[in-house]
């Protein structure tokens, strides 16, 4: 097995991303998303409620509430209170 030296280095947690989250150098352990993830997440917001997309209003937010959903489950551990 090959080993990609861009994703495997050893750093401090708070310099790393992990899947989508980020860490903070604090006393405890504070898991965040990280911030390429809330703009990835931004945009699909954009593409999914673009006024040129001719679906019906209620097709537009059944799929922005499926995909928000999901992304709020998986980065449910982390500290986003500022963010939504």
């Known amino acids: 097995m090959k080993v990609n030296r861009e994703k495997s280095a050893v750093d401090r947690p ?3 991303k992990l899947l989508g989250f980020s860490f903070l ?3 405890q352990a504070t898991i965040r998303i990280a911030p390429k993830s809330l703009l990835a997440c931004k945009e699909r917001i954009r593409e ?3 006024r040129t ?7 537009r937010i059944r799929r922005l509430n499926r995909y928000l959903m999901g992304w709020l489950g998986y980065f449910r ?3 986003a209170k500022t963010h939504l």
Do not use: F, G, V
């Open 53 to 59: 997309w001719s679906i019906s209003m209620e097709e």
């Open 77 to 79: 551990l982390a500290s």
């Open 14 to 16: 708070w310099k790393r």
């Open 25 to 27: 150098s604090q006393k």
């Open 48 to 50: 999914l409620t673009n």
